[in-house]
């Protein structure tokens, strides 16, 4: 049996990174994405959109576009149901839209969105999957005092992401301690994308990945990975041929070897710093008082981002 060599995971390897980014386009975007929460061009084609919303439709028909309550979506991941209608009547106003919706119409029509992001355009990608906690019962101190705290809770949400565009792909919302594993969760993503046509090339995961069955996935579907195995794996396949492979490459080399090889740093790209960027920008809680509608709005506030972020790229 090969010595397994020693990985020094905390240390950097290699040259100081040389930063090539295009600085003066990436504020732009980021002053973009401003101007995207008062875009109302969609105004513009308010009755069109309804008549196509309505046409065949049973029952009372839709008074507002889905283009509006996208808009509001985005609104509520900062503010309250209330002050949404608030802002759109004043859009009424100021900005000449046809009519505002009220609470009851803006709560349940916001709360039917679900997370859905646009398709790599190409025809083939890469993923990287990851998952994160999201708060739930966001109260203050005089809440807790005065009423007792809850017990906590967290939405678990997983994350599909192309980390060589920072695309998002996919999202998984569920209770924390409920629902399927993340390598599960990363087969299903991958899966609903090949049902689209879409060419999977590499998967990028954290030692979490490490499964025998995610494994023979990749192998049956020819995607190469980046998947640390354990430090104690055993060499042997025990019912994947692929993992046995992945291992005894691992155990060969040292980890900045291995991480160098495999390109392993750009995990964070399409993972943590997507992440990152959603919790800093609305927050790592939830306000809704149900477990069903905290996993929405946990899944809405990554819809949101990527809604601003595609908006801000395409106008820059």
Not at 12 to 19: A, L, Q, S, T, V
Not at 129 to 138: A, E, V
Not at 172 to 180: K, L, N
Request: with cysteine.
């Amino acid at each position: 049996m090969a010595v397994k060599p020693k990985h020094a995971k905390g240390k950097r390897w290699g040259k100081k990174r040389e930063d090539k980014r295009d600085w003066e386009r990436i504020n732009e975007e980021l002053v973009v994405r401003g101007e995207f929460l008062l875009d109302i061009d969609w105004m513009q084609s308010w009755d069109e959109e309804l008549e196509a919303m309505n046409k065949g439709k049973r029952g009372r028909p839709f008074e507002f576009p889905e283009s509006l309550i996208k808009q509001q979506a985005v609104w509520n991941q900062w503010i309250g149901v209330r002050q949404v209608e608030g802002i759109t009547r004043d859009l009424v106003k100021l900005a000449g839209l046809p009519d505002f919706d009220d609470y009851s119409t803006i709560n349940r029509r916001v709360s039917n969105i679900e997370p859905c992001f646009e398709l790599p355009k190409h025809g083939f990608c890469s993923a990287s999957t990851d998952g994160t906690g999201i708060k739930m019962y966001h109260a203050g101190e005089y809440r807790r005092i005065k009423y007792g705290g809850k017990k906590r809770r967290w939405v678990r949400v997983v994350i599909t992401a192309n980390p060589l565009t920072k695309d998002l792909l996919d999202v998984d919302m569920s209770i924390d301690g409920e629902g399927e594993s993340e390598p599960e969760i990363a087969e299903q993503h991958m899966t609903n994308l090949r049902s689209f046509g879409i060419v999977i090339d590499k998967f990028w995961g954290d030692g979490a990945f490490d499964t025998i069955e995610l494994f023979n996935f990749l192998e049956e579907n020819n995607i190469e990975s980046a998947i640390p195995p354990r430090d104690n794996a055993a060499e042997k396949a025990h019912g994947s041929m692929r993992r046995a492979r992945e291992v005894a490459e691992y155990q060969l080399q040292s980890w900045d070897d291995w991480a160098r090889g495999k390109q392993y740093g750009k995990r964070w790209l399409g993972t943590e710093g997507i992440i990152s960027a959603v919790k800093g920008v609305f927050g790592e809680h939830t306000r809704a008082k149900t477990l069903e509608t905290a996993c929405l709005e946990a899944g809405r506030k990554f819809w949101a981002y990527e809604r601003m972020r595609k908006y801000a790229q395409a106008r820059v």
